[in-house]
C-alpha cells in the first residue's frame, strides 16, 4: 500500500502452478473508489500478460467480481485471490485480449500455453522481490 493514498494499492501476484505463468510473478495496481467497498475498485496488470481477460496494453482485467457481481463483502484479498484464480481459468468467452481468446476458442492449448509461456519469459518477474523493487 502505498502510504500517501488508502485507496491505491500494489499487489504481487503469482502464477498458479500448471499455467504458463507459472514461476513468475505479476505487478498489479488497484486503485479503490472514494466509495468502496460500495463500488468495485479498479484492478489492472502493471506487467504484460498474455491472458483472454487482461488487455495486454492497458492491464484492465475482465472479472465478473469487478463489474455485475460485485458485493461489498469483498475484499482487496478476495479480489486477488480471484484475478489468481482467473490466471488458472481463463474465460475465451469474452476476451479483452481476442488473440489469445480466439486461441482457446479453437481449443489450441497448445499455442496459448507457448504464447503465454513466451510473454511470461519476457516480462514476468522472478521473484517476489524483483517484482517488488520495480
Given at each position: 500500500?502505498?502510504?500517501?493514498?488508502?485507496y491505491r494499492w500494489k499487489a504481487i501476484i503469482a502464477g498458479p502452478e500448471e499455467t504458463p505463468f507459472y514461476q513468475k510473478y505479476y505487478r498489479v495496481d488497484i486503485r479503490c473508489p472514494e466509495t468502496y467497498p460500495m463500488k468495485p475498485p479498479t484492478v489492472r496488470f502493471v506487467t504484460p500478460i498474455f491472458h483472454p481477460n487482461i488487455h495486454f496494453k492497458t492491464g484492465e482485467v475482465c472479472l465478473d467480481i469487478l463489474k455485475t457481481d460485485w458485493s461489498p463483502a469483498w475484499d482487496i484479498m478476495a479480489i486477488c485471490r480471484a484475478v489468481h484464480l482467473?490466471?488458472?481459468h481463463p474465460e475465451p468467452k469474452s476476451p479483452l485480449n481476442c488473440f489469445a481468446g480466439n486461441i482457446l476458442r479453437s481449443n489450441d492449448q497448445l499455442a496459448y500455453n507457448s504464447m503465454g509461456k513466451m510473454y511470461a519469459e519476457i516480462y514476468g518477474y522472478n521473484s517476489f522481490e524483483e517484482a517488488e523493487q520495480k
Open positions: 500500500m502505498k502510504q500517501s493514498n488508502i482467473l490466471l488458472r
